[in-house]
């Protein structure tokens, strides 16, 4: 993508390579992103799933930040947000549809399990609040709204905000997405030849 898209960071550019060989299995063309912040993920996955066919992307986030970002900054990054995704979308391959909901994740995806959307996104990916009650509900939800076959892509699977063995396991993406794996794993399986910053899963049952 050129300098006319507003992106402030690089934090997605490592994931890049295993998206793309994802992307390329599966052809997605629904997918559900819970944390959008300024667009860099949406916009990739707007131009890579194109490539083959219409898409239908989902985007939730509350806009507000989480504990690691400054609030009174986030008007800003969702103006880039809005303003990188049109422009994502108008050089897309084919066409993509973007619905956005400015909400608390459980509450969006409570309302899309509600609408009849379980079962249906062919990918989910979560980046939204960090703290692990959030990430665990996160995870559950998007188990739900996931199709057999299709994958969740869990962010920051390492992250911590506090110093390096000082980390409280309660602030930590983590042990939720532990948690979740081991409950669920007879219905799951995990893409292990990916660099752990992220983890990736696939639905299986």
């Known amino acids: 993508m050129d300098g006319a898209f507003q992106f402030t960071n690089t934090w997605f550019e490592p994931s890049a390579k295993t998206w793309t060989r994802l992307i390329d299995e599966i052809r997605p063309s629904r ?7 300024e667009g860099r993920s949406a ?31 986030m008007g800003a990054v969702e103006a880039r947000f809005d303003s990188n995704v049109r422009r994502a979308c108008a050089e897309a391959h084919h066409d993509a549809r973007v619905r956005k909901y400015k909400a608390r994740s459980v509450d969006a995806l409570t309302r899309l399990i509600a609408a009849g959307e379980a079962g249906t996104f062919d990918i989910v ?10 990430v665990l509900a996160d995870a559950v939800l998007a188990f739900e ?7 969740i892509f869990f962010d ?3 992250w911590h905000n506090e110093p390096a063995g000082a980390q409280d396991p309660l602030n930590m993406p983590k042990p939720a997405i532990d948690a979740f794996i081991n409950l669920y794993q007879r219905r799951l399986g995990v893409v292990t030849d990916a660099p752990l910053r992220q983890l990736y899963v696939r639905k299986l049952a």
């Open 125 to 134: 990916y979560i980046d939204g609040l960090h703290i692990a009650g959030d």
């Open 156 to 158: 920051d699977y390492l």
């Open 31 to 37: 997918v559900l992103e819970i944390g959008s912040y």
């Open 145 to 151: 709204l996931t199709r057999v076959g299709g994958f």
């Open 43 to 73: 916009c990739f996955l707007i131009q890579a799933c194109t490539t083959y066919a219409p898409l239908s992307l989902t985007c939730v986030d509350t806009w507000q930040g989480g504990v690691e970002h400054d609030p009174e900054a």
